[in-house]
């Protein structure tokens, strides 16, 4: 059964920093393109950061560029998204997904039809 099973997430002041991490069982993540998401309360689900996991590849929406880091261990078959400079806006519920099919620099991203989710990271960011 594949299951991906997230930790970390929390509360933390503007400017702060906070990282999630997704373990994957039931399947190799070293195949896979996995990524995160985030839905905010009242707004629709849109794409952070996804990592290919086969050569590394990461691609990240425009609106965490340069304070989000997403980055794999093979190994221990787990992604984490680093996330550096939190703003108020970052405020959500993180999920962590596989396969991402499609993934723009917009926040469009899209999970193949039999994918799987991990359970949601709450984050919360805020003075």
């Known amino acids: 059964q594949v299951q991906l099973v997230e930790s970390g997430g929390g509360s933390v002041q503007p400017g702060g920093s906070l990282r999630l991490s997704c373990a994957a069982t039931g399947f190799t993540s070293d195949r896979y393109v996995i990524g995160w998401l985030r839905q905010a309360p009242g707004k629709g689900r849109e794409g952070v950061a996804c990592?290919?996991?086969?050569?590394?590849?990461?691609f990240y929406a425009d609106s965490v560029k340069g304070r989000f880091t997403i980055s794999r261990d093979n190994a221990k078959n787990t992604v984490y998204l680093q996330m550096n400079n939190l703003k108020p806006e970052d405020t959500a519920l993180y999920y962590c997904a596989a396969p991402i099919q499609e993934f723009s620099n917009s926040g469009k991203a899209t999970v193949g039809p039999t994918g799987s989710w991990g359970q949601g990271s709450q984050v919360t960011v805020s003075s």
């Open positions: 990592i290919d996991a086969r050569d590394g590849s990461t």
